[in-house]
């Protein structure tokens, strides 16, 4: 059984930080991803991460503030989230890839639950 579990949301003041973590079990990806929707919005691309090779890519919006990384022994890939706005406000996503690279959440395979990220000002 293929799962995806996230964890590590929550309320934080602006400029705050936060990290997400997503366990990955089941099946093995080509891409991990991490996507937030926040009420009335579709789901957007957050941050992409390669298993192999590492390659990492941002969106505009969250560059130079937060980090996607990985830890293969735990089958883990967080989201470090740094200077926090609160426009950031959503619930984010984490979803395995099986094939390819993309920013598109219709590309993803799997899916966690979601964690609520709340950011006050």
């Known amino acids: 059984q293929v799962q995806l579990v996230e964890s590590g949301g929550g309320l934080v003041q602006a400029g705050g930080s936060l990290r997400l973590s997503c366990a990955a079990s089941g099946r093995s990806f080509n891409t991990m991803g991490w996507f937030r929707q926040a009420p009335g919005k579709e789901r957007e691309f957050v941050a992409t991460f390669t298993w192999i090779g590492g390659t990492t890519y941002y969106a505009d919006s969250v560059k130079g503030r937060f980090t996607i990384s990985r830890d293969n022994a735990k089958n883990t890939v967080y989201l470090q989230m740094n200077s926090l706005k609160p426009e950031d406000t959503a619930v984010y996503y984490c979803?395995?890839?099986?094939?390819?690279?993309?920013?598109?959440?219709?590309?993803?395979?799997?899916w966690g639950q979601g964690t609520q990220v709340t950011v006050s000002s």
């Open positions: 979803a395995g890839q099986i094939i390819g690279v993309s920013r598109s959440p219709g590309q993803y395979d799997y």
